[in-house]
T-cell receptor
Framework: EAQVTQNPRYLITVTGKKLTVTCSQN?????MSWYRQDPGLGLRQIYY???????DKGDVPEGYKVSRKEKRNFPLILESPSPNQTSLYFC?????????????FGPGTRLTVT | GEDVEQSLFLSVREGDSSVINCTYT??????LYWYKQEPGAGLQLLTY?????DMKQDQRLTVLLNKKDKHLSLRIADTQTGDSAIYFC??????????FGQGTELSVKP
């Protein structure tokens, strides 16, 4: 089954404790992206990657890191999480057929930083 | 501004038409999209429109694009309770950069 998977689905952590949220897709997509969803703000793009070893900042990259060492995986790293990073995070992937960028979304990771 | 704007809530009765509106900001955006998010789930692409089109119809969905006013709308005909969800418009600013609106929560009452 074609899908985007994220782990963990729920995470409660404390300020400053490094964490990684994994994202994996099995559709051989070149493009992958991370978003955070906050009430009243919609989805905001954190980082995206057009292909292996190519990453770019989205609108809200501060406090986050990503890497794209292989095509299927695009982990999101929070080196020193803070409470303002409490949010619902989505990973998405897309083939680059034309420029349509139909994105397939993962189920989401709900992160709480205390 | 740089934001994609949507109203936050819309309530309709089952069987009525729903119209969800969106204003975007970048006149050079090539594609504009409507995504649907059901409770507890990720987003799914509903439909998209290329910037050189004025209208696109897909079964119960009609997308209207007014490039001059940078206004996008989604009309759902014969709205059903299963259409209750959050609807996001998004614009493709090129190079992988997609900007989403705040989302409109559609509530369909029986």
């Amino acid at each position: 089954e074609a899908q985007v998977t994220q782990n963990p689905r729920y995470l409660i952590t404390v300020t400053g404790k490094k964490l990684t949220v994994t994202c994996s897709q099995n559709m051989n997509h070149e493009y992958m992206s991370w978003y955070r969803q906050d009430p009243g703000l919609g989805l905001r793009q954190i980082y995206y990657s057009m292909n292996v070893e190519v990453t770019d900042k989205g609108d809200v990259p501060e406090g986050y890191k990503v890497s794209r060492k292989e095509k299927r995986n695009f982990p999101l790293i929070l080196e020193s999480p803070s409470p303002n990073q409490t949010s619902l995070y989505f990973c998405a992937s897309s083939s680059q057929t034309g420029t349509i960028y139909e994105q397939y979304f993962g189920p989401g990771t709900r992160l709480t930083v205390t | 501004g740089e934001d994609v704007e949507q109203s936050l809530f819309l309530s309709v009765r089952e069987g009525d038409s729903s119209v969800i509106n969106c204003t975007y900001t970048d006149s050079s955006s090539t594609y504009l999209y409507w995504y649907k998010q059901e409770p507890g789930a990720g987003l799914q692409l509903l439909t998209y429109i290329f910037s050189n089109m004025d209208m696109k119809q897909d079964q119960r969905l009609t997308v209207l694009l007014n490039k001059k006013d940078k206004h996008l709308s989604l009309r759902i005909a014969d709205t059903q309770t299963g259409d209750s969800a959050i609807y996001f418009c998004a614009e493709n600013r090129g190079g992988g950069k997609l900007i989403f609106g705040q989302g409109t929560e559609l509530s369909v009452k029986p």
